[in-house]
């Protein structure tokens, strides 16, 4: 297992995931996908229970992208193999990649879907 990569790595890594996914899914993603060095964690976190985001789709006035946080990974993930973590890098970046494409065909249902996920969590922290 060993250490954590480094941001840079964890960088190299997500360039070899990009290799494999179409073009066609880059269509209006103007800003491309952004390794935040930082961890995020979600609002509705309780107590020991932390929800780290570890990765999101955003749109705002200056276009789309889709950000993959460092911190969040390092955090989770910090005792896994190399070959997990790539794993769990791929997923993140499909999930988002999935949030992209439903955005550009005016579809919500892995928004949808999450939203259903968080409500479930905020239920059983009650």
Not at 31 to 40: F, N, Q, R
Not at 70 to 97: D, P
Request: aromatic share 12%; glycine share 6%.
């Amino acid at each position: 297992m060993g250490d954590f990569p480094s941001i840079e790595e964890v960088n190299a890594i997500l360039d070899r995931i990009v290799e494999d996914i179409p073009s066609d899914f880059f269509k209006e993603l103007n800003e491309g996908i952004v390794l935040m060095p930082e961890y995020k964690i979600h609002p509705a976190s309780k107590g020991d229970s932390i929800i780290y985001i570890m990765g999101e789709y955003e749109v705002s006035n200056f276009g789309r992208n889709i950000k993959i946080y460092y911190g969040s990974f390092k955090r989770v993930y910090k005792n896994r193999s190399k070959g997990y973590i790539y794993n769990r890098l791929k997923e993140t970046l499909i999930h988002e990649f999935t949030h992209h494409l439903e955005s550009l065909a005016g579809e919500k249902d892995l928004k949808i879907q999450d939203m259903q996920k968080l409500e479930a969590y905020r239920r059983s922290k009650r």
